[in-house]
Each structure stands twice: as structure tokens, then as C-alpha cells.
């Protein structure tokens, strides 16, 4: 909920940062922190007809955060729809006899509503391309004489043909709150054969619990399918399907089965029973947590039996996953291993190889972008040769690190670049207003950061020596360490000292009083160098990280 709030409040004032509360703050908190600013900006404190000024705007918004976070109306929908939510439209949105829990349920409702709306205006369309390549005589063994010349074999290329290709396109088109229409349709070819074929069904969202379908399919003869879902309880679903296809040779009739159980949090347990077509009974465990997904799976049925392990781990910090696969029964036996790497928001590239008995081995390459998904399997060779192993690990390892360095990175710093003069040129005239508004705030603060020094000094107590806000470039302590888009905010941490004491809450800290963001859209970091006690410390955090000082582990060693 608190990335929601963040991002309402992008174009607006952030209230709580502002008085320097957390989002939990109770009635009495806020009352407090008003008071202190209001000793600091009330007009009445200030004679300089220019200051006089600046701090009547100043204390107009002190006032509007007060009146919105005290009033349990206003702070309710403020904390759902930000400050745009406090003009007549947010007024507009939630009637004023509703009690704040019943305004956040309405902000609920309608966000739901827009989401449906959303889904309604889109087709959601999702796309496969695979290729399966024949690269046998890049490692043969065997060096018969060709019954006829070919060229290639006179300046030594390898045979290497396409063997096969597979195309999938679906979209979907929302009819209505719970009715879906889907139309799909694939072409696949292999060795010269191919077939295809077209699908139509309509979805429909029979209640909170289930939906059911109807598809119709052509391609080689006419097929009708049902298929239905339902959660019978928390934890425990399944969904069944009934395919009927009338083919030259006859009616083929098909069901599947499946009922599944909520083991416990990360685990799931799958129970799969197909008659018909192809029989079988399949047993499933799945295992998925933050840090790794494992899949076990047993399989009885025709024409083949087998049991299958699969092992992911997870590499958050790099967005990538290491994945080993091993699969064994009445067909022989599978082993694969592989990577896959998330390249930017909507990409991911994944490399595998699979060596088995008697399939050989293939390297799987894959690219999968939105709801796009392209791949290409490379038939190395047809026996197990340590050649073609030690090709297909170490090409796609070779490939992806010259890729990374030559065309990813270039083009995600050249994306970030443009994204930053971007928003730079957006923000400019608002920029240039914060910065007036945080110049004047400073000013204001002055007299009475003269007078919190004087009592701290007097006590031994928090004095701020330094403190630096924006993009720092350095560990250094001096300001030409630092780049231009870093401000001094010294002044505006001392004004906030309270009893020795220095406490910011985890939200940006551009809309603390007299604050600013000097270089929008970028990350920032805020450093303070401090005495107490007569004893230098320094700390540095990021933008939205929690603040308090002081504390031993700050100390400097001298």
C-alpha cells in the first residue's frame, strides 16, 4: 500500500514528510508537529516585509497539511487518492457521512472498477515463435562420402538446416465484466510436414469461485471442448476439460482431471488424471519461495513413464535464476541445466543445455519479452560427445557477456539518460519554484537554528555540521567532492533537533521543511556530519531510508 501513496503523491505535497510524522501518526503527533512549524512560519513572528510574506505561504501550507491529516475524512481519502483526491473530485468520489474505513472500501471498489475497465479495453495478445535447428554435422563423427558435390563441403561449412518451426498467436477480447472471448490459432511444421489449426472460445466468470468454457477448434477436423475451474475451499481447487475431435479415422473422445491442495504457504500439490486421447495419472508437488522453486513430478501412464525433478534458484539482487532439470523413465533419461537473466522490465534471456539418452544434446535458447516469446532448440549432436557440451556451455556464457557489454548496458544507460533529460525538462519550472520556496524556508529557519545551536552547544548535545542531500558522487567530506545536484541542508536538519535528538521517517526527504529535489527522477542520498557529546559522526542513507540520530555507530575514529 505504501508504493500506492508514493506514487499519488509525485505531483503533490507529501503531508507527513512535510511535518516530519510517520504515516501512522496519531492526533496528538500531529498537533505537535504542527505547533513547532507554526512557531517557526507564523507571519506575526517576522517584521521583514519580505520575510513577513514567504512565510505566510509557508504557513499556508503548514496549515492545509494540519487541517487534512487532523480531519479523519480528509486524511483517509488523502492516504487513497493523494492531494488530488481533496479537490472537488475526490469529493465527488466518496460521499462526506462515510466514516474513513468506509472511504478506503470505496477507494477499493473503484480502483477495482477502473481495473475491469482496463482489462475491457485491451485484447492482451501473447505470441510464441520456435524454431528447432539441426546442427548434427558441426560435431560428427562420421565422414562418409556424399553421393553427390556440394560447394559447402569444399570450403569446409557445416550442414545446418532448419528442421522445424511452431507459430502460436492468441488474443483475448473482455465482452464483459465476466465474459471473455479468445481467439487462437497455431502452424507448426517439421521435416516438410505441417498442420495447423484455429480456436475460438468464449470464458465465462461464473462467480468469486470458478468460470467455465467453450472453445471450438478446426484444423485437422472439427474438435469441441468444455473445460471448467472451481476453488472448492481455501487451498484446494481443480478444473477438469472434456475435448471431443472428429477426425477422417473417426471420434476421438479425451477428459482431463486435475485437483490441487495448498500444502502450506510457498507448496502446492497437483493431482492429474487424463483418459481417453492419452492415459495417465500425473502427481505434482511444487515448492515456490523468494529464494527458489522446486518441481517434482511423477508420471504413469502411455506410452511413457517417468520421474522428473527440477531445481531454480533464484538470484534476486541480479534478477536472474540458475536452473537444473533431471528427468528419467521408459524413454531414457534427461539431464539439463541452464540460466535465465532479466535484461530490462518486460525482457528476460534464458540459455539451457539438454544432454539425454538417446535424444543427445540441445541447446535451448530463449527471449521472452511481454507476451512475446521467441526460442530456437539446436540439435548439437545425436550422441554424447564432450565437444558439443563443453560448445553448448560456454557459447551461450561467451555470447551473453559480449552482448551485455556491447549492445544491453549501452542501451539501458543510453534509455536512463534520456529518461532524466526528460524528466529534467519536464520539472523545470517546478524546480526552479521548490527551490525558491525551499531558499525561503532557510531563511526563516536561521534566528531559530542560531538558538537550538546556542542550547546544544550549551548541553554537549546534536550538533548538525554538515548535512548534504542529492547525488552524491564521493565518501569525501569536502563540497567539491560532491556533484552539482546536491544541496546543503544543513540549516533545515538543525531546525528539526529536538532534545538532542534527530528523527526522519522512511519517505523521501525532498518535502521536509525547507527541502527540495535538486535532480528528479535520479537516486539520491542524504549524509549528516554531526557533533554530540563533543565527538564528530557522520552516517549516510538512501532517499527513503529512516533516520535516527545520534548513535554510537556513527562515531568517527580520530
Known sequence: MSEDIDSLQEDGDDYYTFLNIAR?????????????????????????????????LLFSKTKKAYEVLSDGHK????????TAGLETQGWEVVQRTKTPHEIREEYERLAREREDRRLQQRTNPKSSVNITVNATDLFSIYDDDPPFLDLRDLFGIPHIEISGMNLNQSIEAPLTNRDTAILSGNLSSHNGNGNGGINC???????????GEVEVGAGNGLSLAAKGFRNFSRGVFGNGSVLTHFTPNGLRVGTVATLANQLDQHTVGYLTWRAGMQSGMNTMIIRDT???????????GIPHTYLALSYTHKIVEHEAKVKLVGKAGTFGAVVEYGAEKKVSQNSSLSASLAIGVPTGIHLKLKLHRASQTYGATILLCEEIL???????SVVPLVGWLALQKLIIQPYLRQQRQAEVVKQRQAN?????????????AVELMRET?????????????????QGWYGQLVAEGKDEEALSPEVVDVTIQLQCLVKDSRLILQDSSKCSLPGLYDPCPGEDKTLRVRYLFHAVTHEVTIKDNES???????????T
Do not use: C, F, M
Not at 290 to 300: E, G, Q, T
Not at 386 to 392: D, L, Q, S, T
Not at 547 to 557: A, D, G, Y
Open 24 to 56: 501512522t501518526a496519531t492526533d496528538e503527533e500531529i498537533n505537535n508537529a504542527y505547533r513547532r512549524l507554526s512557531r517557526l512560519y507564523h507571519p506575526d513572528k517576522h517584521t521583514d516585509p519580505g520575510r513577513k510574506a514567504e512565510a505566510e
Open 75 to 82: 486524511r483517509a481519502i488523502y492516504d487513497n487518492l493523494g
Open 201 to 211: 472460445s468464449i470464458r465465462r466468470v461464473t462467480s468469486d469461485k470458478g468460470w
Open 290 to 300: 523468494p529464494a527458489l522453486r522446486v518441481v517434482l513430478s511423477a508420471y504413469i
Open 386 to 392: 564432450p565437444a558439443p557440451i563443453i560448445y553448448g
Open 428 to 440: 523545470k519550472t517546478r524546480l526552479l519554484e521548490k527551490r525558491r520556496e525551499a531558499t525561503a
Open 449 to 465: 537554528v542560531r538558538r537550538i545551536v546556542d542550547q546544544e552547544e550549551a548541553r554537549k548535545g546534536l550538533v548538525i555540521l
Open 547 to 557: 533516520l535516527r540520530i545520534p548513535k554510537q555507530s556513527h562515531r568517527l575514529e
